[in-house]
Structure formats: C-alpha cells, structure tokens
C-alpha cells in the first residue's frame, strides 16, 4: 500500500497511526505544495478534493478521507480493532471521531486560514478564530469522553477517537491553546506509551506569524 500525505497533515497522522496499530507496512509518498500555494498540483491528480491523505491499496484503489480509509483499514484487518464492540459504543467512538475529524479540524486548516486571509482578515483575528475553535471543540470532546472509562479515550485499549484526538491535540499546542482538559490528556498519555503514536511530530505550522 502507498499513503500520499503530507508530514504536517494531521489526517494524514491518523491513518499513519492507525496503519502502525495495525502493523501494516505502507510507502508514504509525500505531496508537497509550493511555496505560497495551499495543495501540491499533484495530489489532485489522485484526489478531486485535492486533499491528503489519499491510501492506495495493493490493488490500485484510492481511498480517501481519514476516517473512511480507517474503516476500510478495520474491515480488511479487523485485528487489533479500532472500534469497540457494542452498537452504542461503536456510535460513540465515531461521533468523537467525527467531532473532531470533520467539525473540528475543518475549521483550523491550512485551507480555511488561506481564505480567511483572502478575505482580509488579520494575523492577530487568525490567531483569535483558530485558538477558539480548537479551545471550544476539545472541550466537547472532554465532555463526550466523561461517562467513557479510561485509560484511553474509550477502554482499555487505543481505537478511531484516539487516533483523531492526538494529532488534534498536537496541533492545539502549536497553535498556543491551554490545555484544560484532563481526559483528554489522560487519554493522550496512554496513547504515548505505544510506539504507534510516539513517531508524531507535526512541524511548527506557524513559523512565519507574528
Ligand atoms: N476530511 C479530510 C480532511 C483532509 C484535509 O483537510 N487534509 C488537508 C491536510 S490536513 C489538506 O490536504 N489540505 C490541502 C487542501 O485542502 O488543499 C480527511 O479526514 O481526510
């Protein structure tokens, strides 16, 4: 299989993550865009949406969205598993998944910073919007995790919401944001003890801000 990414992607770090839990051997080919610009031309010659990560399987298919692809990774190789058994549970896990993965971190990409400069919006609003929206989504994320039973986020073992909540809180940092959250973070330091989420490292984003 061959994972098209991007290092500072942290969708992309979820399904890397998600590969390592299930030991699953992958080429990363990273797309890289040009200076200036939001998306490497390249990747949209394997994504309409232009987006990473984009998983390539042994037989050709392209997969994308994060949270599909890791689906697909549970029902190819269902060992160790992502999801937890138990309907309700299962629900639960995705729709921290989802809170994160698709009304979350939308709102903090590289993609929608750009228009909102294009709209003239200044540095300082930037930082202002961003440190919101992470601060108020994280916090109802330690909210959704507070009938859950530890150490990580759903049970004893890693799955999909930890997947989605390391990278999310990897960026929070980067972005300054205070971490309030003591689930959370008891869910994140169970995750760090396993060698699939130690090798995250999402380079300073910002570098260039005031
Ligand atoms: N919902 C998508 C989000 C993917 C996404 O936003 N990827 C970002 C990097 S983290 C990207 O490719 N941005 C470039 C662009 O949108 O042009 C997923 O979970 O895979």
Request: glycine residues 6%; hydrophobic residues 45%.
């Amino acid at each position: 299989m061959r994972l098209h990414g991007h290092p500072r992607s942290s969708a992309t770090w979820r399904v890397r993550i998600a590969l390592a839990l299930k030991n699953l051997p992958v080429e990363l080919v990273e797309h890289c865009a040009p200076a200036g610009e939001v998306r490497a031309t390249s990747i949209l010659r394997i994504n309409p949406q232009g987006q990473v990560p984009v998983l390539e399987t042994s037989s050709g298919q392209r997969l994308t969205q994060s949270l599909a692809v890791i689906e697909w990774l549970e029902e190819m190789w269902p060992t160790p598993p992502l999801l937890p058994p138990g309907p309700v549970l299962r629900a639960q896990v995705r729709a921290f998944s989802h809170a994160i993965a698709a009304d979350l971190h939308p709102l903090v990409t590289t993609r929608a910073l750009t228009r909102l400069r294009r709209l003239e919006m200044t540095e300082a609003s930037l930082r202002l919007w961003t440190r919101s929206a992470l601060a108020e989504g994280l916090d109802a994320c330690e909210t959704l995790l507070s009938g859950a039973e530890g150490p990580f986020c759903f049970g004893s073992n890693p799955g999909m919401a930890d997947i989605c909540l390391v990278p999310q809180l990897a960026l929070a940092r980067q972005h300054g944001v205070s971490l309030t959250f003591p689930r959370l973070l008891a869910a994140e330091a169970a995750c760090m003890t396993l060698p699939a989420f130690q090798s995250i490292s999402l380079p300073e984003l910002w570098s260039n801000s005031p």
